[in-house]
């Protein structure tokens, strides 16, 4: 369909927004609204320019005959600290605190709203990283998973602790948690993960890690490597962490049940996070 | 940050897609962009016509002093039926015959590509009616679930089929599976749900509909109402189907184990689809 600039402008951003990490040919778009590429090429400087001073993310341009432009998802470092400002009032509420000194989140992780600026985040802070696929443990990780996996454009695979005949056959492991240092199983379908894949781990708390550590145990079976590790809440004064290196938003500094009082700080993430030079 | 139309143009499409089912006052867009109303008001013409030609969906104007704009996600026929041809190849490659009868469709539901197009069919089927709150239980139905909730701006809740510690006081209900006449149980963390919520019930897969009834009796222990009821898959040649009205993507009509034959239809999806006069 014949499309005039603005009408262009409008729909490539729905486009690229709608794929991102996917290298987009200018011939594609020349195609498709019936346009020169000397046009496509304008209108793609004036979405770049856009997207970089509202900090949407980047366009990175890739010449040749095989070249095209890539959307890659990006955030400013204000909109990350007014994001993660957001969620530590959010968990802090006290009516959060739960038999045990656990805390509700069924919430903030059921709000599609939420759970697409965590992804977003988590998006942003690894878009530098080889990552073939976003791996998380069923069930409260699994809709972070999926919004950090869109934005990055690869697929999920979840892991369990039980085992479903809808999965094939499957590889578990034993592993002790690290909190409870109970023996527990986990089990990921044979046929869901590549051998020799970049595996991020997407989780929404961690304790000692031991969780975590059994899905690094359970990615050794499968001969792939960790690309990343991003957890939404690291709780601190942990004594033994089991993993090394990895990613927290938030971090939960102290639970005190008797005065439902919850405290927390920002976590590690404006440590990793690539600060954009132009802040609009 | 003052910007000109065609910066205009690309960060309002792409603060449009965010918010969907969102009314967003012209004076937000105004201030945004420190450009007059009227000028805001040419842009959002703009925007409009492109999303219809181009099948995104529509604006609605909502006219007066707390009026402003709302972007509804739509498709067209087309799209869908691509869409849904595309699933239906997909799912009817024999080496996801497993024993039993059963499908392997992890790596589909494991596509946020796919789930993201499979929400939008749900969300623009679904557009009209009034939801509060989609619905899954876990585990397949979740990226489902969450991907047609972002586009109808709504939250999900997940019903389990075990308790945890960390949703706090559950509901639950025993409910007999239609196909294997087992009885099971599920249960709804009680602060999930809001007593008189409209409820959109997503699932990957439907047989006899017993998964689904009982969630529908789980939403009468919270005087809630059944809005809709959305599936990927359901099988054909049920004896006594338990769900009344539901909406499917794809049809089941045989699985051949020995030969490993898997044969699809279009589901009913096109019987409740509005079809957008303009096809561009």
Redo the contacts between chains.
């Keep these: 369909?014949k499309?005039r600039?603005?009408?262009r402008?409008?729909?490539m951003?729905?486009y690229l927004?709608?794929h991102p990490h996917t290298l987009v040919s200018l011939t594609y778009f020349a195609d498709r609204y019936q346009s020169a590429k000397s046009s496509i090429s304008e209108d793609l400087t004036?979405?770049k320019?856009?997207?970089e001073?509202?900090g949407?993310g980047s366009l990175l341009t890739v010449p040749g005959a095989a070249g095209g432009v890539k959307y890659i998802p990006g955030i400013k470092e204000k909109e990350a600290k007014d994001t993660i400002k957001e969620l530590c009032a959010l968990i802090a509420k006290p009516e959060r605190v739960?038999?045990?000194g656990?805390?509700?989140?069924?919430?903030i992780l059921?709000?599609?709203?939420l759970?697409?600026k965590i992804g977003r985040l988590f998006a942003a802070v690894f878009a530098n990283r080889k990552i073939d696929v976003v791996m998380t443990v069923?069930?409260?990780g699994?809709?972070l998973a999926?919004?950090a996996?869109?934005e990055l454009?690869?697929?999920?695979?979840?892991v369990?602790k039980d085992s479903?005949?809808?999965?094939?056959s499957t590889v578990s492991i034993n592993y002790v948690s690290g909190s409870s240092k109970r023996i527990q199983t986990m089990l990921l379908?044979k046929?869901?993960l590549e051998v020799g894949s970049n595996v991020l781990i997407i989780d929404d708390f961690m304790k000692a890690g031991g969780t975590i550590n059994g899905m690094i145990s359970l990615l050794e079976e499968f001969d792939a490597k960790v690309a990343g590790i991003g957890v939404l809440v690291e709780t601190e004064g942990v004594e033994e962490r089991l993993v090394d290196e990895y990613i927290s938003l938030v971090k939960l500094t102290e639970v005190d049940i008797r005065e439902k009082q919850i405290d927390l700080t920002e976590g590690n993430y404006f440590d990793f996070l690539e600060i954009e030079k132009k802040e609009?």
């Excluded at 059921?110 to 709203?113: I, T």
């Excluded at 454009?153 to 979840?158: A, D, G, Q, S």
């Excluded at 479903?164 to 094939?168: A, R, S």
């Design positions: 369909m499309l600039r603005s009408g402008l409008v729909d951003t729905h927004l709608a004036i979405i320019q856009t997207f001073e509202q949407t739960l038999p045990g656990y805390l509700y989140l069924t919430d059921g709000s599609p709203h759970v697409s069923a069930t409260k699994i809709p999926y919004a996996a869109r454009n690869v697929p999920v695979v979840i369990r479903k005949v809808t999965e094939g379908a046929r869901s609009g």
